[in-house]
């Protein structure tokens, strides 16, 4: 079993660190510069917007890693039967996908599914927290 | 616009600021710790404001926390907390800086952001849902806090524990009825604090009502204090209201308290015991309420053991409260600071705008929009030009000139040495229709741009007159003596054997070190020497000039 279950209370700690890992990594920054659009973009800043945070979601110097790049670096598959892991593989195989010289209909989906991503590794990251808590309580009693 | 560092180990952070806020200076990213202290170190460590990530994914050599002992587990740990570690080692040069750490809620990092929740200049930056308008709001709120502590109207507090310290004891002792002491040099703005600080904050409704001591003709000091009925003495024509009757429910400001005769002491002694003033020639008791702030230069202590100043006076005018003000030779970590903050006030004065409206029009450009503006960049310049913007350029040189010149006259030389330069550095500019010299560096071909010569300044710093303030245990006085019939060539001679007869003293008999301050190069060291030689200065006799 691949999810929080079937984790040894010695493997919680990395776990942890791993989810919080992604949820900086790709959470934080798949949609920051959208983020930082006035509210009403044009289509061209938001295409620039997305590019960076889809294509450039992590740089450090010239080192530069995609979302999709970065996911498949960090997917914490000792935890893919836990919801959250399909959905951002679903969510970023359609973001890879996206033609980003699309029209603004196409982005603005695209802006969406990159919300969700962050969304995703959010909830992952907060569940196993409050679930280590729980079994933590639970082994104290 | 305030200089702002970011340490992060992502560069995209930096990025979206410089576009978001685009008015301020971006430092950085510093991706790691000894980035940051290189940076900071190479402002002079004048920033306004920090940025910094908690999540460092760098190298292990590069993170606080860690050495060769430390598990996977442990770095990874410092990993995530890095910001913390940096934040930790920040605090130990820089209690007062302000720092905004970015960090999601909940991340599991709870107990080490407690540690820093009390600090007064932490700020947590939830930034997983930061967008822009809630960053600029953020980093704004808390730079206008800064500038609320940095300055009170025309002063300058600065950065500085020190300083800030004093502000904090003056805002305390302003209220309430008790007297307060302002001591300090000359021109560290003791009259200002007290009519922009104490004054305000004693807040009490009646007027601010100052008088020097030292421009009030000694025979005429208790009635300009107390008043004076007609014929009360010759002159006295009319009846008169004293300087404590005109700032009753006020404060009443009177500095050179050392000035005072031992009569008027007395009388002063009598109206803070009694709360009341009898005009002089009069037998009416007017009561008054006065908030009293005193100022001097001397050590009224010493002054009571020399008996020049009545000891009971002394204890009245509360010596608990007395607040000393530092000479400006002892802030010069801050006179890049100070620089910008006087330029500040001084591109608001009609004079300096005229000039500036009149160099644009002299080079070509056309007032269409309004009129110019100036602003001030301090060892580099703002990216680009822009239409109606005088940039005035403090090159490395001349701030360190500035730095390095003990200010006798403390604030008020300060100020009037770059009011003196921004003007003369703006009509030479109008006279030659272009910026003035030769512009060498990023300024070249920039008529934008105008640089304050390092050999201005150095001019503005020496005076006809000059001499040295006498500071303490090992000081001495020169003096040039101009008689009528001096040529100028000799009285030109007689400045220069002065000014490196100064210079050999401060830098300690170092030729290599005047080299650096005269030439920027210390590779001058022998032509240095050599003029030395030729004004005919002797080394053996200054030796013992030397600290």
Redesign the interface.
Known sequence: MQSFAGLATEQW??A??AL??I???L???IG??V????PDPSVEELRMALK?DLL?T????TEVESAWGLWARLRPDFLRDEPEVGEIDTLLEALEKTDLESGMEELQTAAVLATQV?HAT?RL??RA?VWVEQQSNCTTE | MAEILVID????TTE?CR??MPEHTWHGPA?CWEEAREIMRSQGQDVDLVLLDI?F?IPDNLLLGVDEKSSE?EV??AR?RQGFEILAALRRSQPDLPVMLMT?R???LEKAADRHRAEEYTYFLQ??????AS?RSQVEGILRARRGTERDGPIYWGRSMGMRRIRQRLITVARGRLPVILGGPTGTGKSLIARHLVHPRSRRKGKFVAVDLATVPPHLIAAHLFGSVRGAYTGSVADRRGAFEEANGGTLFLDEIGNLDESVQKMLLTVLQEGAVVRLGDTKERNVDVKLVVATNENLEEMVRKKRFRADLYMRLNPAATVVLPPLRERRMEIEALVRFALERLSGEQVVQELVNEYLVSVGESLDAGAGRLTIATRKLLADSKPGVVQLLFPDRTLRLLRQHRWPGNLREFMMTVENAVTLTLAEAIGAGQPPGSQKGPSAGRIDVLQVRPKLVRDLLLSVRLEEEIDGDAGWTTELRVRANDSLNKVAVDVERQYFTQLYVQHNGDFEAMSKALLGDGEGARKVQLRFNQLGLKVRELKGRIR
Do not use: I, N
């Not at chain 1, 983020?35 to 006035?38: D, Y």
């Open positions: 700690p990395d942890l660190e919080a890992d949820r900086h990594d959470g934080k920054y920051f510069e983020r930082f659009l006035g960076s450039g992590r740089k450090r110097g962050a959010r990251h907060k927290v | 180990d992502q560069t995209r979206l576009r978001v991706q999540h994914d587990s990874r740990q995530r999601a909940d991340l599991g930034d997983e849902d930061l967008d822009a960053l």
